[in-house]
């Protein structure tokens, strides 16, 4: 089992950055990649980015490119996102999951342990 919580979330502005935290802890020898993923009211859980636990290779969604930043910290076991220049549109609950195979790494399904979840609210 691998447990995770997230932190970091809050309110900012329009064109502000914002941080979220991973905290693995558990089997995190099993963890072969790490995910962030948001759901917005009303809205399915979209996958956001992803990254491999050891080589560090990195995905994103179109939507975040250039603005949003994964990354990972093996010797704390934590997972990073940087969220720079928020737009309205980027407000959701954001949750980290992790993967002990990642076939498709964009699908929810991929993943086999979840955070509870950090709301992120971008005011305009």
């Known amino acids: 089992q691998v447990q995770l919580v997230e932190s970091g979330g809050g309110l900012v502005q329009a064109g502000g950055s914002l941080r979220l935290s991973c905290a693995a802890s558990?089997?995190?020898?099993?963890?072969?990649?790490m995910g962030w993923f948001r759901q917005a009211l009303g809205k399915e859980r979209d996958f956001v980015a992803a990254?491999?636990?050891?080589?560090?290779?990195?995905v994103y969604t179109d939507s975040v490119k250039g603005r949003f930043t994964i990354s990972r910290d093996n010797a704390k076991n934590t997972g990073y996102l940087q969220m720079n220049s928020l737009e309205p549109e980027d407000t959701a609950v954001y949750y980290c999951?992790?993967?002990?195979?990642?076939?498709?790494?964009?699908?929810?399904?991929?993943?086999?342990?979840w955070g509870q979840g950090t709301r992120v609210t971008v005011s305009s």
């Open positions: 999951a992790a993967s002990s195979t990642l076939s498709y790494y964009y699908l929810d399904s991929s993943y086999d342990y």
């Open positions: 558990g089997r995190t020898s099993s963890m072969y990649a």
């Open positions: 990254i491999t636990w050891s080589g560090g290779s990195t």
